[in-house]
C-alpha cells in the first residue's frame, strides 16, 4: 500500500507534462534570447567605449604633437638662419621685423631672442590679435621699448618701456643652462585678456659654434582647451591635460584652466577645478595613485561621480623637449548603456508576456488531449472490472482517433480471446510445461557451451602468452646453464687455491682472521658449492619447462646513468633480430652500422631504449609494407635496408641517425607524427602513442632533440640527439 502511495506521489497529471515543458521552453527561449541581446549589446557597447575612447586620445595626442611642435620648429628655424649668418641679430631692427612676419604665418603669441650681452628684441601679440615688437639693450634703467607696427612690420610709434633684464628671465636663463632645445614654465599674464603660453627656448651659436644667446617662441595654451571642447566625447564627458604637479593646461568644459585673484591669473589644481567632473575624477585619480609621477602606462578606470559610473582613460603623453603631461578622457557609463537598460526592460516585459500566452495555450492545449485519454482511462477500468463491452468516441485528433480505432478493436479481440482461452487453459498449461523442459535442456547446453568457449579462449591467450615468455627467456637461461659449469670448476680452481695459500702461508694477522670470522669462510665455502648444484639444478628445471625462454636484452632501467649508446642499438636490435631474418612472406630487413667513436652518454637507458625500439619497429613495419607489393627480383634490385649512424655534434651531444628506404610520408603525415593518438597503422596495429612517448622522453626527459625527415618514395630518417652530460635534466 505504501508502495502504491508513493509511485502516486510521483506520477505527473498529463496537463502538468503538457504545460510545464511548453512553458519552460518558450521562456527559456525569449530569456536566452534576451540575456544573449544584453551580453552582446553590452560587448558592443564596451568595444565601442574602448575604440571611442582610444580614438579620442589618439586625436588628443595627434594634436598636441602637431601643435606643440610649431615653436620648436620656428625656434629652429631661426637658429639656423642666425648660425648660417643669414639673420644678424645686432641688426636688432631687421631681426625683429623677420619676427613680426613669422607671427603672421604662425599661431603664437611670442618670438624672440636674447643675447649673452643683454640684448634682445622679439615680436609678440599680447593683445590677442595685434602683433608689437619689443626691442632692448643692455644699458639700464629704461631699456626695453615696446612699438606699435604697421601693416608692413614697421615700427610706428612706442606703447611701453621699461627696465629688461635677460638674466633674471626664465624662458632665457633655462635653455642656455640646460644646452639644447627645452621647454620652459609656462607663462601667465593678464594683458587685456588672460595670456597662457608654453615657451621654447633653444641655444643660437654664430657661424664658429660659440654661444650668441637663445631664440624663444610662445605658443598659446588655451586654444588646447578649444581643440578639447570640439571632440565628440566632450558632449556627455570631460576631457582634460595636467602637469605632473597636478595644474590643469587645458579642459573641455566651459571654466577656465585658471582663475583672477585681483587681476593676476593663477592656475588651477585639477582637484580645485570649478567643474566638478573634472575635481572629482582629478581627486581619485590622485588618490589611487598616489599622486600623478606613478602613471606610467594608460590606464582604463571606472570611477564614480555622485553614484553615477563614469569610464576613465589616462594615457601619459610627452615629448623629447621636456613636457610630460596626463591626458585625461571621462564619459559617464549611462550614456552607452541608456539604450541596453531599456532593451532589458523590454525583454522583462517580453518574458512575463511570452510565459502568460503560454500558460493559457498549454492548458487549451493539455485539456483538448486529456479528455479523450481519460475515457479511454475510464473504459479500461471498466474492462479490468471485467466489463469487456467498452467502446470509445472517435475524436478530432487524428492520433487519438487511430488510438480510439485500436482500443475498440482490441476490446473486440479481448472478448473473442477470453472466451479461447478458456477452452486453450489446459491444452496451453501442458504446452508450457513441454516448453519448460526444453528450455532448461537448452540452457544446460548453452551453459556448456559457452564454458567450453571461455576455457578455450583462456587457453588459446595463455598459450599465447607462455610461447612468447618463452620465446623471450630462451637465451639467457642457456648462456646462465652453459656457465655454471665453468663457474663450477673456477670456483674449485679458487677453493684450491685458497686451501693451498691457507697451507704454505700460515698467518695469524689479526685483520685477516677477523675478516675470515666476518664472512664465516667454512660456512661460505662449504654453501657456494651446494648454491652452485641448486643453480644448476634450477636452470635444468627452467630448461625443461620452457625450453625456448630467452631474454631480448637486459631489464629495463629507469636508473640514471652513463650507458654506452651502441649497446643500447645492439640489445634493441637483437629483440628485434626474428623481425629482421629471412621469413618466407618477408624478405630479411639489411642492417647497416655506421658507428663512430662515442664517449659514455648520461641517460635513462631503459627510456632510450624504448625509443630506440619504436623507431626501429615503425622502420620495420615501413618496408614490410613495402616488400608485401614489391616481387623477389625487385626485392634483389633494391634491398630493403636500415641504416643507423652514429656520431658527436658539436662536442656535447650524441647523434643517432635511424634511416630507412621505404615509401616515406607526406608533409601532412610527418607535421602530425608526435601527436598523442595518431597512427597510420591499421585499427588494432597501432596506438598512435609511441612516437608522441619517444618525442616526450627525449626532449623532456634528456633535453634533447627529436627530427623526423621524409620524403614521399625515399624513405624516412630519424635524428635523436642526446646530451653527453644531463646536469641540467637529472632533475625532470
Known amino acids: 500500500m505504501k508502495r502504491r502511495y508513493l509511485d502516486i506521489f510521483k506520477a505527473f497529471p498529463l496537463q502538468m507534462v503538457l504545460i510545464v515543458p511548453f512553458v ?53 628655424i631661426n637658429a639656423d638662419a642666425i648660425q648660417m649668418g643669414l639673420l644678424d641679430v645686432r641688426d636688432r631692427k631687421t631681426v625683429s621685423k623677420y619676427f613680426w612676419k613669422q607671427m603672421q604665418a604662425y599661431d603664437l603669441t611670442y618670438i624672440g631672442f636674447g643675447l649673452t650681452t643683454g640684448e634682445g628684441a622679439g615680436a609678440g601679440r599680447y593683445h590677442g590679435k595685434t602683433v608689437t615688437i619689443d626691442d632692448w639693450d643692455s644699458k639700464r634703467p629704461k631699456n626695453w621699448y615696446n612699438y606699435a607696427t604697421d601693416s608692413q612690420g614697421d615700427r610706428t610709434h612706442v606703447n611701453d618701456h621699461g627696465d629688461w633684464n635677460n638674466f633674471n628671465e626664465p624662458w632665457y636663463t633655462e635653455p642656455i643652462k640646460a644646452g639644447r632645445p627645452i621647454w620652459s614654465r609656462i607663462v601667465t599674464v593678464n594683458y587685456t585678456y588672460p595670456y597662457m603660453a608654453a615657451s621654447a627656448g633653444r641655444p643660437i651659436y654664430d657661424a664658429q ?137 523590454t525583454t522583462i516585459w517580453l518574458c512575463l508576456e511570452a510565459l502568460a500566452i503560454a500558460i493559457i495555450i498549454g492548458y487549451l492545449t493539455s485539456h483538448w488531449i486529456t479528455q479523450p485519454i481519460l475515457q479511454m482511462n475510464r473504459a479500461s477500468k471498466a474492462m479490468a472490472s471485467g466489463n469487456l463491452d467498452q467502446t470509445l468516441d472517435i475524436r478530432n485528433i487524428q492520433e487519438l482517433n487511430i488510438l480510439a480505432h485500436s482500443f475498440n478493436h482490441m476490446a473486440g479481440q479481448l472478448r473473442e480471446f477470453f472466451t479461447a482461452l478458456e477452452n486453450s487453459k489446459a491444452e496451453l498449461e501442458q504446452r508450457v510445461e513441454e516448453r519448460t523442459v526444453e528450455l532448461k535442456t537448452a540452457l544446460n547446453e548453452l551453459q556448456h557451451t559457452q564454458a567450453q568457449v571461455l576455457q578455450s579462449e583462456k587457453m588459446s591467450s595463455l598459450g599465447q602468452l607462455v610461447a612468447g615468455v618463452a620465446h623471450e627467456i630462451n637465451n639467457p637461461v642457456n648462456f646462465i646453464h652453459g656457465n655454471i659449469t665453468y663457474l663450477n670448476e673456477y670456483t674449485q680452481d679458487l677453493l684450491r687455491m685458497i686451501h693451498l695459500y691457507q697451507q704454505c702461508h700460515p698467518s695469524n694477522d689479526p685483520e685477516i682472521q677477523a675478516l675470515a670470522n666476518e664472512i664465516d669462510l667454512e660456512f661460505l665455502i662449504e654453501d657456494l658449492q651446494k648454491m652452485l648444484s641448486s643453480m644448476k639444478m634450477g636452470t635444468d628445471r627452467i630448461r ?170 625515399k624513405g624516412t630518417e630519424f635524428i635523436i640527439q642526446v646530451p653527453i652530460h644531463q646536469q641540467f635534466f637529472t632533475a625532470v
Not at 48 to 65: E, G, P
Request: proline share 4%; charged share 20%; hydrophobic share 40%.
Open 209 to 345: 659654434n660659440r654661444l650668441l644667446g637663445m631664440v624663444a617662441a610662445d605658443i598659446p595654451l588655451l586654444k588646447l582647451s578649444e581643440f578639447l571642447r570640439n571632440l565628440d566625447v566632450s558632449r556627455t564627458g570631460q576631457v582634460f591635460i595636467l602637469e605632473r604637479n597636478g595644474k590643469l593646461i587645458a579642459n573641455s568644459s566651459t571654466h577656465q584652466p585658471f582663475r583672477l585673484i585681483k587681476n593676476d591669473i593663477q592656475r588651477l589644481q585639477a582637484t580645485e577645478s570649478p567643474d566638478s567632473v573634472v575635481q572629482s575624477i582629478a581627486i581619485q585619480l590622485q588618490q589611487k595613485f598616489n599622486g600623478f609621477n606613478s602613471i606610467t602606462e594608460t590606464k582604463k578606470l571606472r570611477l564614480n561621480w555622485h553614484k553615477e559610473a563614469n569610464l576613465v582613460y589616462v594615457n601619459p603623453w610627452h615629448d623629447e623637449y621636456g613636457l610630460d603631461w596626463l591626458v585625461v578622457i571621462s564619459v559617464p557609463e549611462q550614456t552607452f548603456m541608456a539604450q541596453i537598460n531599456a532593451n532589458n526592460r
Open 24 to 76: 519552460l521552453q518558450i521562456f527559456g527561449a525569449v530569456g536566452l534570447v534576451g540575456y544573449l541581446s544584453f551580453k552582446n549589446g553590452q560587448k558592443a557597447v564596451n568595444d565601442l567605449t574602448d575604440k571611442l575612447m582610444a580614438r579620442t586620445s589618439n586625436m588628443v595626442d595627434q594634436h598636441l604633437n602637431s601643435y606643440l611642435s610649431i615653436p620648436h620648429k620656428v625656434n629652429q
Open 544 to 713: 625443461n619447462i620452457v625450453l625456448s625462454l630467452r631474454n631480448f636484452s637486459r631489464i629495463d632501467e629507469a636508473e640514471f646513468k652513463a650507458v654506452d649508446i651502441h649497446e643500447g642499438i645492439e640489445s634493441t636490435l637483437l629483440i628485434l633480430q626474428h623481425r629482421l631474418k629471412d621469413k618466407p612472406e618477408c624478405p630479411a630487413i639489411e642492417v647497416i652500422r655506421n658507428y663512430s667513436n662515442l664517449p659514455q652518454v648520461e641517460c635513462y637507458p631503459g627510456q632510450l631504449n624504448q625509443v630506440l625500439m619504436n623507431i626501429l619497429v615503425n622502420a620495420i613495419d615501413a618496408l614490410d609494407e613495402v616488400n608485401v607489393k614489391r616481387t623477389y627480383q625487385e626485392i634483389e634490385k633494391d634491398p630493403s635496408q636500415i641504416i643507423i649512424c652514429t656520431s658527436v655534434s658539436d662536442s656535447q651531444f650524441v647523434e643517432i641517425a635511424i634511416a630507412d628506404n621505404a615509401l616515406g610520408m607526406s608533409e601532412q603525415v610527418k607535421n602530425l607524427i608526435f601527436n598523442p593518438f595518431f597512427t597510420t597503422k591499421p585499427v588494432g596495429k597501432g596506438t598512435g602513442m609511441g612516437m608522441a612517448i619517444s618525442y616526450q622522453i627525449i626532449t623532456e626527459k634528456h633535453g634533447g632533440k627529436l627530427e623526423c625527415f621524409s620524403t614521399v618514395g
